[in-house]
């Protein structure tokens, strides 16, 4: 009768003379092989001890295991793939270049392959090149769609065509299908407005992007309910659009103290602005951005920013794929993701309220 160090030796040099497979693994650990393709497929289905999944990996690497994505789509009916939806050419090719799409984007990949799914990205625009019938042609188990602007005609038709042919779905910041994630825009703008009142700040302009994502108006929404609270007129928070209004408003004797802006793309050309103009950042205006990309550190003086939640959002959104893919049941199934306001160097107190602030100090001193 063979020993099982025998058997184990006769195992290692099949394995070494041939393909590996799961079930070769399965034999070198002694681990069932249920188990080691749980391990081995990334999807822990099958709970295991820590010191077991290491010892499944280990042996993998070191008999130069490699998994038949094919083979086992064949076996299993699934192909282990989720589709990233993203139209970022709805408003010119240059939208690839958009920190807040290409994070999300990666975030959404990062997040699909810790979940042990690969991505397929289309960003063919979804209403002329690319129709629902392409991506439900059996590639991909699920879609995350992100991006979606509102104000395309048919762009919610598109998404519920997508959704009638039964391949499950999640939307990141758009309102079409059943299952949504969003970030708290509208109390992230709002955290925005408390920021810079609780500064001193009384004229408040609002510089907003052509953008026509919900996310969009609803920072605008956030942004003045929280000014209306305070008791701030409305003829104290003027919205502009455009280079051309916001120099305008740079010129006139009623010009704001401080500008929330609905993106970061659009604080940078605030900054722009308001240096051909000569004024300083925050000495003599200060200045907030949404979204919290790499470039609101890195401008002078730093960008205050709302942080967008682009990882938990997308994580969020994988969450809730994956759940409707292993048929779980989701309790919620629009996830609403908070944010969280970043104090940089570019707000601060307005002139006039260090000026008074300086007097009343001073007259303190005195008494």
């Not at 509102?150 to 499950?168: Q, Y």
């Not at 260090?354 to 001193?365: A, L, P, Y």
Request: glycine share 8%; hydrophobic share 35%.
């Amino acid at each position: 009768m063979e020993s099982q160090d025998g058997k184990k030796k006769t195992d290692a040099r099949r394995v070494a003379d041939s393909t590996v497979t799961a079930k070769d693994i399965a034999a070198l650990t002694g681990v069932s092989t249920t188990t080691v393709s749980s391990i081995l497929s990334g999807r822990n289905v099958v709970r295991v001890a820590e010191a077991t999944r290491q010892l499944v990996l280990s042996t993998a690497q070191e008999k130069g295991y490699r998994r038949n994505q094919l083979a086992t789509a064949l076996r299993t009916g699934r192909t282990n793939t989720i589709g990233i939806v993203s139209p970022l050419t709805w408003s010119g090719v240059e939208d690839i270049r958009h920190t807040y799409l290409t994070k999300l984007l990666t975030a959404i990949s990062v997040a699909g392959s810790r979940a042990g799914m690969n991505a397929m990205t289309f960003i063919d625009s979804p209403f002329h090149d690319l129709r629902p019938d392409k991506v439900a042609d059996g590639r991909v188990e699920g879609v995350v769609l992100f991006g979606l602007p509102t104000h395309i005609e048919g762009s919610g038709d598109w998404v519920r065509e997508l959704e009638a042919m039964g391949l499950p779905l999640v939307e990141i910041g758009s309102r079409h299908s059943h299952y949504q994630v969003h970030a708290d825009n509208f109390g992230g703008a709002g955290l925005a407005a408390k920021h810079l009142i609780e500064l001193g700040h009384r004229r408040i302009g609002y510089f907003q992007s052509t953008d026509q994502r919900v996310s969009i108006k609803n920072r605008l929404d956030g942004f003045m309910t929280v000014l209306r609270e305070a008791g701030i007129p409305p003829e104290h928070t003027p919205v502009v659009e455009g280079g051309d209004e916001f120099q305008a408003l740079l010129r006139s004797p009623q010009r704001p103290t401080a500008f929330f802006c609905s993106t970061d793309r659009m604080a940078l050309l605030a900054y722009n602005y308001l240096r051909e103009a000569g004024l300083r950042v925050p000495e003599e205006i200060s200045v907030v951005g949404f979204d919290n990309s790499i470039v609101s550190e890195v401008v002078w003086p730093p960008l205050t920013s709302v942080d967008n939640p682009l990882t938990a959002m997308a994580e969020a959104a994988i969450s809730l794929l994956v759940s409707q893919l292993e048929k779980r049941e989701i309790p919620s199934p629009q996830l609403m993701i908070e944010t969280h306001l970043e104090v940089r160097g570019s707000t601060a107190p307005p002139r006039n309220h260090q000026s008074k602030s300086m007097r009343e100090e001073r007259d303190m001193n005195r008494s």
